[in-house]
């Protein structure tokens, strides 16, 4: 990735890495804290849970379960 470029990224959440899967398409899935510690290099990021169509901000999301992670980050210059 270039200094300076924009990474938007999902990924379904799991038991974690290194532990089985159930899907066929992952190798493992992450829990949400090995997710978003992931990008703690980056300049900044954005995280977001979504659970069908439904896409909310982590500060603000309101349900207990989401399947699926997203995160917008930028890379450092």
Same mark, same amino acid.
């Not at 379904?12 to 978003?36: D, I, L």
């Given at each position: 990735?270039?200094? +300076?470029?924009?990474?938007?990224?999902?990924?379904?959440?799991? @038991?974690? %890495? +290194? %532990?089985?899967?159930?899907?066929?398409?992952?190798?493992?899935?992450?829990? %949400?804290? @090995?997710?978003?510690?992931?990008?703690?290099?980056?300049?900044?990021? @954005?995280?977001?849970?979504?659970?069908?169509?439904?896409?909310?901000?982590?500060?603000?999301?309101?349900?207990?379960?989401?399947?699926l992670?997203?995160?917008?980050? %930028?890379?450092?210059?």
């Amino acid at each position: 990735m270039k200094p +300076g470029g924009t990474l938007i990224l999902s990924t379904p959440f799991g @038991e974690g %890495k +290194g %532990k089985p899967c159930g899907s066929p398409f992952h190798v493992h899935q992450m829990t %949400k804290t @090995e997710f978003m510690s992931m990008f703690d290099d980056f300049e900044s990021s @954005e995280f977001y849970f979504q659970r069908g169509a439904l896409i909310e901000p982590v500060a603000t999301a309101q349900l207990e379960h989401y399947p699926l992670g997203i995160v917008i980050a %930028k890379k450092r210059s």
